[in-house]
């Protein structure tokens, strides 16, 4: 029997065989949701000019010191500034109307609004003159060119993910294009000749596909791109074409089922096939000591232009899809998308634990293999079960298998209550009530 191989040793293995793909520079309207792959710093001021606040009077405040609403100071109105424009000067002792946002005449220092004046807001014709019924201080109702953001300030850090906010803001401080990292192009297999797609009606020992949608939704939820979903039946001739025409357009091949030892797994008969030739498939096969998804496999398919294009291959059952999606595939996503340089901005690995939380219930655990237990977060468990030193859980918070039967690799109805991995150490035999788990997040949750 082969060897099992620790969990890390095998995603070492998977990505000492990828390199970082290259990223490109795109206009803001198609940015929305890459990821920056430089730093950004501001190339003009916000606001770019100084302006008005309010819809009023531009004006200078020392020509208002004595306005009141019963002594108001009556000035002669000189132009207007609408929004766009670029006004003319102004000159001592007049006003100019302003709207909101429209840049502050030169001279002017302060801004009445309306409510303040004898005029009436909305749409007039210009007054020839203005009743200002309240003193202006200098800056009043005045945004002054840069006070958000100076040019050359900086502005959004390299790995941020563009939302419409983040792009609005790249927009006024100047960029029109940005550099982000690529987004990985994914082709998704389903092998099984029992496969039928989702709705179909079921024969005699076939099943719905679940397994192809949950892989490009998950390819999508960790930001790349599926750009093929395929099915393959039992052959390994049959197989080779499917990944063959796959891996025309993708950066990355990601296929469920076929990796165990029966006797029509296809993935393993394709490469017992092509063992020892000249072959456009090549395949390893190892164990993982971990549960669910202890069978797995990776290596690469040739393509017509001559690119070696990774793949990536999990077991079928949709659990350990699930689980090995999480610690190995996305582990390469980020390797090929550059999310995990080594220099010193470097981002941690996805599919590692980065929370800790407490078993509100305990279950047994496989001997000599990492469990990955599907769990939802719950209350506080009560009773004669909770150890007496917990108290309130020490302020961690509380998880329990989403499924009774715990990680078992078939329980694919109990998966969407999941928002996390629970990680059970190999050499732990059971887990008791109150006991630390590190939790991996689930993408989605």
Known sequence: MAQMIPLEDYVSQVLEALSPLEGGRVPLGRAHGRVLAEDVTATVPVPPWTNSAMDGYAVRAKDTTDARPQTP???????????????QPLAEGTAQRIMTGAM??????????????????????IPERVEIRAAATPGLSVRRAGEDVAAGDPVMAAGTRLSAAAISALASVGLGSVLVRPQVRVAVVSTGAELRDAGQALEPGTIPDSNSLLLAGLVAEHGAVCTSVARSGDTAEALAEVLRQAAAGADLIVTSGGVSAGAFDPLTMLAQAQRGKEAPVHLDFVKVAMQPGKPQGHGWVLTDDGRRVPIICLPGNPVSVLVSF??????????????????????PLPGRPVLTARAAVGWRTPPGRRQHVPVRFTEAPTGSGVRSDLGDGAGLPWVTPTHRLGSGSHLVASLPAAQALAVVAAEVEAVEVGDELPLIPLSAS
């Not at 002017?108 to 009436?120: G, N, P, S």
């Open 104 to 125: 502050l005449p030169e001279g002017a220092d302060a801004v009445v609004k309306v409510e303040d004046t004898d005029q009436a807001p909305g749409p007039h014709p």
């Open 73 to 87: 100071v009556v000035l002669p109105v000189s132009g207007d500034v609408p929004a766009g424009a670029a006004p």
């Open 326 to 347: 999480t610690t190995i595939v996305a582990p390469a996503l980020a390797r090929l998308a550059g999310q995990d340089a080594e220099d010193g901005g470097a981002e």
